[in-house]
């Protein structure tokens, strides 16, 4: 599946099917991951089940240090 | 206490967590700063590098309340947007508007400023417009319901403190909303000034951050603050143009 995550393309293998499996595919902390699909923010309650499709157009944001 | 919406601090400073050397030193200027605002910025997250670290696994994230800001918008959507996405993390509902509209200066778009507020006040956040020392924009943002006014000092990151003390002390004399003055301070009597002034608090991050000694830094702010804080409270004296002796005139007669 082939996917734009935080403006890169990027190739998925099979078994990436949700939101839940894209974050552990990076290895990305799921505490701090806001993820955005199609330009909707998911509720961070329920994301991890969010289906992903090809084409997919994802953004993953978290808090950093700023004033 | 400073109250804003429906939050009520002990500690009028508020720490941002920009450019610190290192977590070590940037967890202990936050203890020692006694802050209980921290603000942070949204930015993506690097796939390809997830084990980078985060501030927010160095902190007990319950002790404190965070203010996220719009940094990196030019447009009220664009700091709609990314304030959505801060209130999606689930840990605050409060948020720091920040449009900029000069990358020179580095000085917010006030239209932008204003129509982001309104926007965000209508999706129900806790809204904190940094904005200029206009007077009139300052009293625009409070009319549409902003929960505080954050007038800058100076420039973000100048460090050259109150340009403009009689401005900040208008919009502070006219607010019934805190007033946080926010950016450009350099040194604890910047600080202790907005407060005298009458300031409901103080946001800064550069001055502890870019600090040689951030942790000591921190804590002379908290003094700042708490200075100023308390000198306001307690009423100067009226400023006057000609001299009042402190010592008695009268049993000189020893002279």
Known sequence: MNMTVNGRGVELPDHVTTVRDLLDHFKLNKELAIVELNQSILDKTTRDDAVLNDGDRIEIVQFVGGG | MLKIGPYSFKSRLLLGT???????????????????????????????????????EKIDVKKYTLLPNTAGAKTAEEAVRIAKLAKASGLCDMIKVEVIGCDKT????????????????????????????????????????????????????TGLGIINPLNIRYIIEQSSVPVIVDAGIGVPSDAAKAMELGADGVLLNTAVSGADDPVKMAEAMKYGVLAGRAGYEAGRIPKKMHAAASSPLEGMSIL
Do not use: W
């Not at chain 2, 239209?111 to 625009?140: H, Q």
């Open chain 2, 106 to 157: 580095l000085l917010p778009d006030p239209v932008e400023t204003l129509k982001a507020s309104e926007m965000l006040l209508e999706e129900g956040f806790i809204v904190l417009p940094y904005t200029s020392d206009d007077v009139l924009l300052a009293k625009r943002l409070e009319d549409l319901g902003c929960h505080a006014i954050m007038p800058g000092a100076s420039p973000i990151g």
């Open chain 2, 18 to 56: 920009g450019k610190f050397p290192d977590f070590d030193i940037q967890k202990e200027a936050v203890e020692k700063s006694e802050t209980e605002i921290l603000t942070f910025a949204v930015r993506r997250m690097n796939i390809f590098e997830p084990d980078q670290p985060n501030f927010l």
